[in-house]
């Protein structure tokens, strides 16, 4: 793991964060993220940054607030990094950001891109698209992308076809409490 933290009962876990690039706040996709999560990991992220929120800083380059924003995801151990699909891709939202993240940074991340869309034909944008910045900005990412849509991103079944696969491939980063 990149970093660990150390519990009170003196037991390293996993710290994991959410980078959700849609331009409603707390939107479905934000949802579908921590829902990616709980199902990985049993519990919510230790951190979400819902890129909407960062307003006209997120296009101020000196930025304190979106710095601290990236060391975030650079200090996780697995990031969910999740985006509604826009025009066939990730939105531009989400690319603004990606792009404050120099090549490299996010070398011992494991992530995990997650895509909501209205068309299945859009199952693939989350693999052609966005998991090749996340490889290019240094992110391990051993799991396909998910792919949510967006009327049944909230099924409890929607992650069924995808876990037992990522908890296989994530086997030596998730928590044995995690759930099976």
Same mark, same amino acid.
């Given at each position: 793991m990149s970093t660990t933290d150390v519990d009170r009962w003196g037991t390293?876990?996993? %710290? #994991? $964060?959410t980078v959700v690039g849609n331009p409603k706040p707390l939107s479905r996709t934000f %949802?579908?993220?921590? @829902?990616?999560?709980?199902?990985?990991?049993g519990r919510p992220p230790d951190e979400a #940054?819902?890129?909407? =929120?960062l307003g006209a800083d997120l296009m101020d380059w000196t930025s304190s607030t979106v710095a601290q924003k990236v060391d975030l995801l650079a200090s996780a151990d697995l990031a969910v990094i999740a985006s509604p699909t826009y025009k066939g891709s990730y939105t531009g939202l989400l690319k603004i950001f990606l792009d404050r993240i120099a090549a =490299?940074?996010?070398? =011992? $991340?494991?992530a995990i891109p997650v895509m909501l869309a209205a068309d299945p %034909?859009?199952?693939l944008a =989350?693999? $052609?698209?966005?998991?090749?910045v996340l490889s290019e900005l240094g992110a391990s990412c051993?799991?396909?992308? $998910? *792919?949510?849509?967006?009327? %049944? *991103?909230?099924?409890? @079944?929607?992650l069924d076809a995808w876990l037992p696969a990522a908890r296989r491939q994530l086997r030596s980063l998730l928590p044995a409490e995690a759930p099976r």
């Open positions: 390293t876990s996993l %710290r #994991v $964060v %949802r579908a993220a921590e @829902a990616v999560v709980a199902a990985l990991v #940054v819902d890129i909407i =929120g =490299g940074r996010l070398a =011992g $991340v494991t %034909r859009h199952a =989350g693999e $052609v698209h966005l998991k090749p051993p799991t396909s992308a $998910v *792919f949510l849509h967006e009327d %049944r *991103f909230d099924d409890p @079944a929607a």
